[in-house]
Nanobody, 124 residues
C-alpha cells in the first residue's frame, strides 16, 4: 500500500503563490506517476499536472500552464506543485494521486492512491 499526505494549502490573495507538497510512504517503489488534481464545489475532479518517476515526462492542464509547475524529489518520495499568479477560480480542494502506470492518465479512475486533500482558497 501507498499513503499520500498533502500539505501547504491555505488562504492567499489573488496574484499570490503557494507550494503544495505530497509525501508518499509505504510501497513507494511501486509508484511511477504522480499527479495533482483539484475539485471545486459542483465540479468534477480534474487533473492539473502530472509527472513520471524520472521526471522526463510531465503534463499540465491548459488552465494552469505557465502558472503551476510540478516537480518531484524521489529521494524524499515527495511531489510538489508550485502555484503562482493564483486566481479566485483556483479555489478548490487539491488532491495528490499516484499510480504505477508508465503514463500520465488524466482520468481519476486511473489512479490507485489518493491523499486526503488540502484546501486552497484564493481571495479577490
Amino acid at each position: 500500500q501507498v499513503q499520500l499526505v498533502e500539505s501547504g494549502g491555505g488562504l492567499v490573495q489573488a496574484g499570490g503563490s503557494l507550494r503544495l507538497s505530497c509525501a508518499a510512504s509505504g510501497r513507494t517503489l511501486s509508484i511511477w506517476t504522480m499527479g495533482w488534481f483539484r475539485q471545486a464545489p459542483g465540479n468534477e475532479r480534474e487533473l492539473l499536472a502530472g509527472i513520471t518517476r524520472s521526471g522526463d515526462s510531465t503534463y499540465a492542464a491548459d488552465s494552469v500552464k505557465g502558472r503551476f509547475t510540478i516537480s518531484r524529489d524521489n529521494a524524499k518520495n515527495t511531489v510538489y506543485l508550485q502555484m503562482n499568479s493564483l486566481k479566485p477560480e483556483d479555489t478548490a480542494v487539491y488532491y495528490c494521486a499516484a499510480d504505477s502506470k508508465r503514463s500520465i492518465p488524466t482520468s481519476t479512475y486511473a489512479y490507485g492512491y489518493w491523499g486526503q486533500g488540502t484546501q486552497v482558497t484564493v481571495s479577490s
